[in-house]
C-alpha cells in the first residue's frame, strides 16, 4: 500500500512581540497609512520608518526563509518584496481575496483589537457533495485570531477574509514575496 498528502498548504504564525519595539511599529504603521500613502509605493528602505524596516529584515524575512525551506525543501536565488500598510477601524474587516502577483505572504501585526483572519480550502471542488461534519473536519476553513506582534506566512494563492471587530484600530504591515529564479525570471505558470 502507498499513501500520500497531496497538494500541502502550510500556514505559520510567530509571535514576534518579544523581539520588536510594537508601540514604535504602530506609530510608524500610522505614519505610513495616514500621513504618507503614497510610500506604500515605494521600497522599505524609503519610508523612513527603522523600526518596521528593522522587523521586516531581521525577523519577517529569516523566518520566511526558514519556512521555505523546513516546508518546501526550497532555497529561491532571490526574493522581491512588496511592502504595504493596512489599517482597519470601527466595523471594518476585508472580503475573500488572495495576494495576486506574489507566492508568499507574510503579515505582521503590530495592533490588533479584534477580528480573525480566516484562510479558504484552496480545493474549491474537494468538498462539493460531503456531509458537512466530513468537510467541517477535511475541508474546514482555518481561523487564526491574531494578537500584537503576531506574524502569519501563508502562500499568496490562499484566499483569505478578515471579519469585522466593534471598535478600535487594527493595523498590519504586509510584506507581499516573489520568489525569483536564477536567471531573474518569475514564473507564475
Request: glycine share 8%; proline share 6%; aromatic share 12%.
Amino acid at each position: 500500500m502507498s499513501s500520500e498528502a497531496m497538494w500541502p498548504t502550510f500556514i505559520e504564525t510567530h509571535d514576534l512581540s518579544d523581539d520588536c519595539d510594537l508601540d514604535q511599529a504602530v506609530t510608524e504603521c500610522l505614519m505610513v497609512s495616514n500621513t504618507l500613502q503614497d510610500k506604500n509605493n515605494l521600497p522599505l528602505k524609503d519610508w523612513g520608518t527603522p523600526e518596521l524596516h528593522r522587523i521586516h529584515e531581521e525577523l519577517i524575512m529569516p523566518l520566511f526563509y526558514q519556512h521555505l525551506e523546513r516546508r518546501y525543501q526550497f532555497k529561491p536565488e532571490g526574493v522581491s518584496v512588496a511592502n504595504w500598510i493596512f489599517g482597519g477601524n470601527d466595523g471594518s474587516g476585508l472580503e475573500p481575496h488572495i495576494h495576486s502577483g506574489s507566492h508568499f505572504t507574510a503579515v505582521f501585526y503590530p495592533m490588533v483589537v479584534g477580528g480573525s483572519i480566516v484562510m479558504v480550502d484552496p480545493r474549491y471542488s474537494a468538498q462539493r457533495g460531503y456531509p458537512r461534519d466530513f468537510i467541517d473536519g477535511h475541508f474546514g476553513k482555518k481561523k487564526i485570531n491574531p494578537t500584537a506582534g503576531q506574524l502569519v506566512i501563508m502562500p499568496s494563492f490562499l484566499e483569505h477574509y478578515v471579519t469585522g471587530f466593534k471598535q478600535g484600530l487594527r493595523l498590519s504591515f504586509v510584506n507581499d514575496i516573489i520568489l525569483r529564479t536564477d536567471d531573474g525570471d518569475v514564473h507564475f505558470d
